[in-house]
């Protein structure tokens, strides 16, 4: 998924991921999770490691 924000906005956004120490995906995961009410799980989007 790729979004295109105005400038003023993505650095507000990035800025309030930043204040609550989250990474972008998990920011987003959550915030669809409130909009639809399918569960997000943080570790679904980590990339699993050998």
Do not use: N, S, W
């Amino acid at each position: 998924m790729k979004v295109r924000l105005p400038e003023a906005l993505a650095d507000a956004f990035h800025a309030e991921v930043r204040r609550r120490g989250m990474t972008v995906q998990d920011f987003i995961g959550q915030l669809a999770e409130e909009m639809t009410g399918v569960p997000y799980q943080a570790q679904e989007a980590l990339p699993l490691g050998a």
